[in-house]
T-cell receptor, first 110, second 115 residues
Framework: ETGVTQSPTHLIKTRGQQVTLRCSSQ?????VSWYQQALGQGPQFIFQ???????GRGNFPPRFSGLQFPNYSSELNVNALELDDSALYLC?????????FGPGTRLTVL | GDSVTQMEGPVTLSEEAFLTINCTYT??????LFWYVQYPGEGLQLLLK?????DKGSNKGFEATYRKETTSFHLEKGSVQVSDSAVYFC??????????????FGQGTILTVHP
């Protein structure tokens, strides 16, 4: 079992609302990446944070934003939720040699 | 841009059968290649990886060889078990070596193994 935790486990929101998802990284890891996994699809890269700075971004609109804190934990914020934002959101904690995924947050937008 | 294509699924096998899941990729540079497994209701677990051409990754009886000439990284196992039932994802990293950059995933292959 990895030391990567995510909260909450499940979340239900309505269109137009805002949501914040949280990820605690593995001890010693300074990089966190976020992925969106729609039902029946492979994960899609949202962005990566390295030592509190954004270090790469996928093809997601600006209403997807993030933060990384000095302890290397991270938040994913999504504004103006749309129905298509319903998905499993995965964070991955890494250093140069290893990467571990968290169990994910299941977001449902109604 | 980078892309990963996996064989169409789902795959259904009997216990002790031979498994192959095909994976091909398109990438610039020299990516690292990975296979991840996702059990029902869980996150992704790294199954194996290869960081340069001709490397063979192996774990838990699964193997895959990084073939640069055919841009492939096919997953194989000689004798599957019911406990191998899961979704398998092929992925590449936009950074070579062991560093973990952006991962590009295939669409996943559902494997079901019957007793």
């Amino acid at each position: 079992e990895t030391g990567v935790t995510q909260s909450p486990t499940h979340l239900i929101k309505t269109r137009g609302q805002q949501v914040t998802l949280r990820c605690s990284s593995q001890s010693g890891h300074n990089t966190v990446s976020w992925y969106q996994q729609a039902l029946g699809q492979g994960p899609q890269f949202i962005f990566q944070y390295y030592r509190e700075e954004e270090n790469g971004r996928g093809n997601f609109p600006p209403r997807f934003s993030g933060l990384q804190f000095p302890n290397y934990s991270s938040e994913l914020n999504v504004n103006a939720l749309e129905l298509d934002d319903s998905a499993l959101y995965l964070c991955a904690s890494s250093d140069f040699n290893e990467q571990f995924f968290g169990p994910g947050t299941r977001l449902t937008v109604l | 841009g980078d892309s990963v294509t996996q064989m169409e699924g789902p795959v259904t096998l009997s216990e002790e059968a031979f498994l192959t899941i095909n994976c091909t990729y398109t990438a610039t540079g020299y990516p690292s290649l990975f296979w991840y497994v996702q059990y029902p209701g869980e996150g992704l677990q790294l199954l194996l990886k290869a960081t340069k051409a001709d490397d063979k990754g192996s774990n838990k009886g699964f193997e895959a060889t990084y073939r640069k000439e055919t841009t492939s990284f096919h997953l194989e196992k000689g004798s599957v078990q019911v406990s191998d039932s899961a979704v398998y994802f092929c992925a590449l990293s936009d950074r070579g070596g062991t560093s973990y950059g952006k991962l590009t995933f295939g669409q996943g292959t559902i494997l079901t193994v019957h007793p």
